[in-house]
């Protein structure tokens, strides 16, 4: 059986090298894999590249970073470097989000969306990504 656990994400307290000390230290428990949120604190893709540099056998995935604030060329040229510091063991789950008033016109509010052509466009829109 293969078991995960999900860290950081909540505050910046902690830092890099506190949360790399974690991840060290669930890896030496035995825990197979490691996800970082992209949520109010560090951003998951360039702390997963710490930790992954960090670690030796845990594979490392973010949990969820969105699509709307990125360029796709700038988001898989960060998912490169984090899959090269991790040697291979980076998983990159990305996801919609939500929009402001100022976001993406070319895309949905997807917190105004329960289905329909608006779910459909949002599905389109992270199937371009």
Request: hydrophobic share 40%; net charge neutral.
């Given at each position: ?44 893709i360039t702390t997963s590249t710490v930790i992954g540099h960090e670690t030796q056998h845990i594979e490392i995935g973010t949990a969820v970073v ?64």
């Amino acid at each position: 059986m293969r078991i995960g656990i999900t860290i950081g994400g909540t505050s910046t307290r902690t830092g890099l090298d506190g949360l790399s000390r974690r991840a060290r230290d669930l890896e030496s428990r035995g825990f197979s894999t490691l996800w970082i949120p992209n949520v109010f604190g560090h951003d998951a893709i360039t702390t997963s590249t710490v930790i992954g540099h960090e670690t030796q056998h845990i594979e490392i995935g973010t949990a969820v970073v969105p699509t709307f604030p990125r360029h796709p060329t700038a988001l898989a040229q960060q998912a490169l470097t984090a899959a090269a510091a991790c040697r291979g063991r980076f998983t990159l789950g990305i996801g919609l989000s939500f929009l402001s008033e100022e976001g993406d016109r070319r895309s949905v509010d997807i917190a105004l969306s329960m289905g329909g052509d608006s779910m459909n466009a949002a599905i389109g829109y992270t199937h371009e990504f």
